[in-house]
């Protein structure tokens, strides 16, 4: 069975700086993909940014970039130019390739972010 | 195009009750999954329907259950509540054709469950 851990339970920034969320998993699959998504205080889950398990290439997003390692089973996002609407609950996501629409959740980090 | 749309957003049940939750996908998907938050046991995969057929079930007791509709929207019942089901219920749809990554999931808002 897939896992994905989040081992930063808060973390906190200043507005305009940069931020790292870190994300393991584990998997013994070859194909899959993997997720960022948030949660603010509204409760909607919005994504923010996914990666393609097949693909070398870190995803970008504007201010949002992940930093993929894929024999290392890593998965951090970078969120730069901190604005106060980034505040949320960050989840990391990992969801099997092979036509299974299950998403394997970490159990998130809280972002802060300072004015 | 409108979003996932789920109902109702709060609700009140006593132990013992049922529920019935409703979703409401974006249209043209054909997936609709289930999700529960919890503080505890965070977010947890409860089961996913494609095309009027559950595809995939979480780890969940034989009193939750779900249906989908031939317009693809999903309805999930929980029966005999225990104050263990008070939660965040969080649908999600995808265009689901088994294409992977393409298939990212919108979620709704989720509907607030809390049994007392």
């Known amino acids: 069975a897939q896992t994905v851990t989040q081992s930063q339970p808060e973390m906190s920034v200043q507005e305009a700086e940069t931020v790292t969320l870190s994300c393991t998993y584990d998997?013994?699959?070859?194909?899959?993909?993997l997720f960022w998504y948030k949660q603010p205080p509204s409760r909607q889950m919005i994504l923010v940014i996914r990666?393609?398990?097949?693909?070398?290439q870190n995803a970008t997003e504007n201010r949002f970039s992940v930093n993929f390692q894929k024999a290392a089973k890593s998965f951090s996002l970078k969120i730069s130019d901190s604005q106060l609407g980034d505040a949320a609950m960050y989840f990391c996501?990992?969801?099997?390739?092979?036509?299974?629409?299950?998403?394997?959740f970490g159990t998130g980090t809280r972002l802060t972010i300072i004015p | 195009k409108a979003g996932v749309t789920q109902t109702p957003r709060y609700l009140i049940k006593t132990r013992g009750q049922q529920v019935t939750l409703s979703c409401s996908p974006i249209?043209?998907?054909?997936?609709v999954s289930w999700y529960q938050q919890t503080p505890g046991q965070g977010l947890q995969f409860l089961f996913e329907?494609?095309?009027?057929?559950?595809?995939n079930k979480g780890n969940f007791p034989g009193r939750f259950s779900g249906r989908q509709f031939s317009n693809s929207r999903s309805e999930m019942n929980v029966s005999t509540l225990e104050l263990g089901d008070s939660a965040l219920y969080l649908c999600?749809?995808?265009?689901?054709?088994?294409?992977?990554?393409?298939?990212?999931?919108?979620f709704g808002a989720g509907s607030r469950l809390t049994v007392l």
């Open positions: 999600a749809s995808s265009a689901g054709q088994g294409t992977g990554g393409a298939n990212v999931l919108t």
């Open positions: 998997t013994s699959e070859s194909d899959y993909y």
């Open positions: 990666q393609e398990a097949y693909k070398q």
């Open positions: 996501a990992y969801r099997s390739g092979f036509g299974n629409e299950k998403l394997t």
């Open positions: 249209s043209g998907h054909r997936s």
């Open positions: 329907y494609f095309s009027e057929t559950q595809r």
